[in-house]
Protein backbone atom coordinates (compact mmCIF):
# COMPACT_ATOMS: atom_id res chain seq x y z
CA UNK A 1 0.00 0.00 0.00
CA UNK A 2 1.26 3.39 -1.27
CA UNK A 3 1.32 5.85 1.46
CA UNK A 4 1.71 9.97 0.62
CA UNK A 5 3.65 12.53 2.87
CA UNK A 6 2.99 16.20 2.24
CA UNK A 7 5.80 18.40 3.44
CA UNK A 8 6.74 22.28 2.55
CA UNK A 9 3.37 24.17 3.38
CA UNK A 10 3.14 27.35 5.81
CA UNK A 11 2.22 30.83 6.06
CA UNK A 12 3.13 33.33 3.73
CA UNK A 13 2.05 36.77 2.65
CA UNK A 14 0.44 37.68 -0.57
CA UNK A 15 3.25 37.22 -3.83
CA UNK A 16 5.55 35.01 -1.65
CA UNK A 17 6.48 31.50 -2.83
CA UNK A 18 6.31 28.02 -1.31
CA UNK A 19 7.05 24.28 -2.37
CA UNK A 20 4.84 21.76 -1.59
CA UNK A 21 6.67 18.21 -2.04
CA UNK A 22 4.84 14.98 -2.02
CA UNK A 23 6.98 11.57 -1.23
CA UNK A 24 5.38 8.39 -1.53
CA UNK A 25 6.56 5.40 0.33
CA UNK A 26 5.51 1.53 -0.78
CA UNK A 27 5.22 -0.87 -3.51
CA UNK A 28 5.41 1.62 -7.03
CA UNK A 29 3.29 -0.41 -9.06
CA UNK A 30 0.29 0.14 -6.68
CA UNK A 31 0.11 4.09 -7.43
CA UNK A 32 2.28 6.55 -8.46
CA UNK A 33 1.46 10.69 -6.87
CA UNK A 34 0.62 12.07 -9.80
CA UNK A 35 -2.13 15.73 -8.62
CA UNK A 36 -2.45 18.05 -6.26
CA UNK A 37 -5.95 19.06 -4.75
CA UNK A 38 -6.96 21.78 -2.04
CA UNK A 39 -9.79 22.64 -0.07
CA UNK A 40 -10.53 25.92 1.59
CA UNK A 41 -13.34 26.08 4.48
CA UNK A 42 -16.42 25.17 3.21
CA UNK A 43 -16.14 24.41 -0.23
CA UNK A 44 -15.10 21.16 -2.12
CA UNK A 45 -11.80 19.65 -2.82
CA UNK A 46 -10.87 21.24 -6.15
CA UNK A 47 -7.75 19.92 -8.92
CA UNK A 48 -4.89 22.16 -8.92
CA UNK A 49 -2.48 20.78 -11.01
CA UNK A 50 -1.36 16.94 -12.17
CA UNK A 51 1.29 14.88 -14.28
CA UNK A 52 -1.22 12.55 -16.03
CA UNK A 53 -0.14 9.19 -17.34
CA UNK A 54 0.13 10.82 -20.98
CA UNK A 55 3.12 12.89 -18.85
CA UNK A 56 1.63 16.06 -19.63
CA UNK A 57 0.99 18.86 -17.22
CA UNK A 58 -2.52 19.78 -16.89
CA UNK A 59 -3.35 23.25 -14.17
CA UNK A 60 -6.83 24.34 -13.25
CA UNK A 61 -7.38 27.71 -14.83
CA UNK A 62 -6.51 30.13 -11.40
CA UNK A 63 -2.97 28.71 -10.90
CA UNK A 64 -1.79 28.87 -14.41
CA UNK A 65 0.82 30.83 -14.79
CA UNK A 66 1.99 30.81 -11.23
CA UNK A 67 1.58 26.98 -10.07
CA UNK A 68 4.36 24.51 -11.82
CA UNK A 69 3.86 21.10 -11.16
CA UNK A 70 7.39 18.38 -11.61
CA UNK A 71 8.19 14.89 -10.43
CA UNK A 72 11.03 13.07 -9.86
CA UNK A 73 12.27 10.47 -11.97
CA UNK A 74 11.29 7.42 -10.32
CA UNK A 75 7.95 8.49 -9.74
CA UNK A 76 8.61 8.72 -6.21
CA UNK A 77 8.17 12.37 -5.52
CA UNK A 78 5.41 15.24 -6.41
CA UNK A 79 6.40 18.59 -6.49
CA UNK A 80 4.46 21.92 -6.33
CA UNK A 81 5.61 25.06 -6.93
CA UNK A 82 3.45 28.12 -6.09
CA UNK A 83 4.52 31.54 -6.75
CA UNK A 84 3.12 34.96 -6.54
CA UNK A 85 0.57 33.74 -4.05
CA UNK A 86 -2.79 34.83 -3.34
CA UNK A 87 -5.35 35.29 -0.14
CA UNK A 88 -7.30 32.62 -1.95
CA UNK A 89 -5.06 30.49 -2.70
CA UNK A 90 -5.27 29.22 1.06
CA UNK A 91 -6.48 25.58 1.56
CA UNK A 92 -5.40 22.02 2.63
CA UNK A 93 -3.60 20.65 -0.43
CA UNK A 94 -3.68 16.58 -0.75
CA UNK A 95 -1.28 14.89 -3.10
CA UNK A 96 -3.20 12.20 -4.59
CA UNK A 97 -2.04 8.88 -6.18
CA UNK A 98 -3.08 6.53 -8.44
CA UNK A 99 -1.88 3.61 -11.04
CA UNK A 100 -3.10 6.05 -14.01
CA UNK A 101 -5.04 8.50 -15.04
CA UNK A 102 -7.37 9.41 -18.17
CA UNK A 103 -5.51 12.23 -19.79
CA UNK A 104 -8.39 14.39 -20.07
CA UNK A 105 -9.34 13.42 -16.18
CA UNK A 106 -6.03 13.88 -13.97
CA UNK A 107 -7.58 16.88 -12.09
CA UNK A 108 -10.92 14.83 -11.51
CA UNK A 109 -11.10 13.62 -7.66
CA UNK A 110 -12.48 9.99 -8.81
CA UNK A 111 -9.38 8.93 -10.71
CA UNK A 112 -7.41 9.02 -7.43
CA UNK A 113 -7.67 6.11 -4.73
CA UNK A 114 -5.06 6.79 -2.64
CA UNK A 115 -4.30 10.46 -0.85
CA UNK A 116 -2.53 11.83 1.39
CA UNK A 117 -3.06 13.66 4.87
CA UNK A 118 -3.07 17.24 3.64
CA UNK A 119 -0.81 20.08 4.51
CA UNK A 120 -2.20 23.76 5.31
CA UNK A 121 -1.19 26.81 2.95
CA UNK A 122 -2.01 29.96 4.63
CA UNK A 123 -1.88 33.35 2.54
CA UNK A 124 -2.53 36.77 4.33
CA UNK A 125 -1.84 39.96 4.88
Known amino acids: QVVLKESGGGSVHPGESLRLSCTAS????????MAWFRQAPGLDRWGVAG???????RYTDDVEGRFTVSKDKDNRALYLQMDNLRVADTAVYYC???????????????????WGQGIQVTVSS
Open 26 to 33: GHPSDAVP
Open 51 to 57: IGSDENA
Open 96 to 114: AAARETRWWAVLYESEYHI
